[in-house]
């Protein structure tokens, strides 16, 4: 995707600037290399359920925890 901002006549350089970061935003380059950059393979299955096996055990232990009288 490319994107061209021409100066226009009388224009100082921090304006032209300020108009490219602008329409960059604008545009949502950013945003979409900023969640290229930091993408996150999906997960396995087999390590889908590990995580949630641990996520159930731990309320478990919260909830146990709680019961006892040890957590508010």
Do not use: C, W
């Not at 602008?22 to 950013?30: A, K, W």
């Not at 087999?46 to 159930?56: F, M, P, Q, T, Y």
Request: glycine share 4%; hydrophobic share 30%.
């Amino acid at each position: 995707m490319a994107l061209e901002v021409h100066r226009k006549d009388k224009e100082n350089n921090s304006s032209l600037v300020h108009r490219f970061t602008r329409s960059v935003m604008q545009s949502g380059i950013i945003k979409e290399a900023r969640s290229r950059r930091f993408r996150q393979r999906p997960l396995s299955d087999a390590a889908k359920k590990r995580a949630a096996l641990k996520k159930e055990r731990g309320k478990a232990e919260y909830e146990k925890m709680r019961k006892m009288g040890k957590i508010k």
